[in-house]
């Protein structure tokens, strides 16, 4: 059976699978635990990680864990979305029916049923830790996993079985040089701060799709960290980027991705700051959804990269998202003008809190007002 779940899994381009058992994974109850202070989002909110460390609460027939990879790096991103935009955001990694890599799990899904197993994905599953537990991975300095041969720029399918499969116990271990800490290096928030430790809260990516959005999430970006987010707006790549284990695959000469170089200029965050709903639902969802349910996160952080842009010429677009019916955009729209600054900027700032109504926005444009 294996070796038919094996050969399947590969002939529909998964490129690697593993097998492990549904054991409880005792190592991340005990690190949610240590660190409950950065990690209440996902243990008792949105993935319930503290739950899901045993598997069983997501199947309570699970016997094993099916552990699917799969290399997103095969083609070449778009240099103008490099900065932006995470490259596993824009693989379009994503569970929905008309999404080829949603079919792709579908698939699987149904091949194991037909197997006769039961098959259990939500509410979560530890997916790293299932990686390295099933041998196709190791932990890097950075938190993320790392595939021979592939790096970390690899997707991660935990599948909680109900079927006896033989595992491939490994310990869990690293290839990361002892004295290297070129990942800890290009953080700019200091998220990562020693190796394999990380404080989510400060993470660009988390701060990206995060804070308003999750419940146990902080509600607001802090100005520290949104000034350090620079041009990113779903994701952040830069410890990964910075990574050796990584840099083959970042030299590697790629077909450009014929979609992502069509769609790149509609992804600019000065064609997101004042998207309406259909951009949004016909153009932006199908492509940045993931995390962000809602339009407004993606413009709350189109604004706060062109914030960091210091470019006049775009103030004329914060201008218009001062009028935006949400606060949300309104009181970042106001943070960029204020961190863009010069006459322009401070005339739209004084505009806006003339017929400003909402109390925290009118706070955000007095702040922005001594910065400008």
């Not at 490129?15 to 950065?38: H, K, M, N, V």
């Not at 491939?168 to 040089?177: G, H, I, T, V």
């Not at 200091?190 to 990516?205: E, K, T």
């Not at 701060?207 to 952040?236: L, V």
């Amino acid at each position: 059976m294996e070796r038919q779940i094996r050969e399947y899994a590969l002939d529909i381009g998964f490129d690697s699978i593993g097998f492990t058992t549904a054991d409880p994974f005792p190592q991340l109850t005990q690190a949610l635990e240590e660190r409950s202070s950065g990690y209440g989002w996902v243990s008792e909110g949105l993935l319930q990680l503290a739950h899901v460390a045993d598997p069983c609460f997501v199947l309570p027939s699970a016997k094993s864990i099916v552990v699917l990879l799969y290399d997103y790096y095969k083609q070449a991103y778009p240099p103008e979305l490099t900065k932006s935009i995470g490259k596993a955001y824009q693989s379009r990694l994503y569970p929905g029916k008309k999404r080829l890599f949603g079919s792709r799990l579908r698939l699987m899904k149904e091949f194991l049923q037909e197997l006769g197993m039961e098959v259990g994905v939500r509410p979560a599953m530890p997916e790293r830790q299932a990686a390295v537990r099933a041998g196709v991975g190791t932990f890097g300095c950075n938190t993320f996993i790392y595939a021979p041969g592939k790096g970390s720029y690899v997707n991660i399918t935990a599948l909680a079985v109900s079927g006896e499969l033989e595992p491939e116990m490994k310990e869990a271990s690293s290839l990361c040089p002892d004295d290297c800490n070129l990942c800890i290096e290009a953080c700019p928030t200091g998220a990562l701060y020693a190796p394999y430790q990380m404080d989510p809260l400060r993470c660009i990516a988390f701060n990206t799709y995060g804070p308003g959005n999750f419940p146990e999430a902080p509600e607001d970006i802090p100005h520290d960290i949104r000034e350090k987010m620079g041009s990113w707006i779903y994701g952040c790549d830069l410890c990964q980027d910075a990574c050796p284990r990584n840099k083959k695959r970042l030299e590697q000469k790629l077909v450009p991705d014929a979609f992502l170089a069509e769609m790149a200029p509609m992804l600019a965050p000065s064609a997101l700051l004042n998207m309406d709903d259909r951009y949004y639902h016909e153009t932006v969802q199908p492509i940045l959804y993931g995390y962000m349910w809602e339009k407004k996160f993606l413009q709350r952080n189109a604004a706060i990269a062109l914030g960091n842009s210091k470019d006049e010429t775009v103030v004329s677009l914060l201008d218009k998202a001062m009028e935006d019916p949400q606060d949300m955009v309104r009181k970042y729209s106001a943070w960029a003008l204020g961190r863009i600054g010069g006459a322009v900027s401070r005339q739209a700032l004084e505009s806006a809190y003339k017929r400003e109504g909402y109390q925290a926005v009118k706070e955000e444009i007095r702040t922005a007002l001594n910065l400008s």
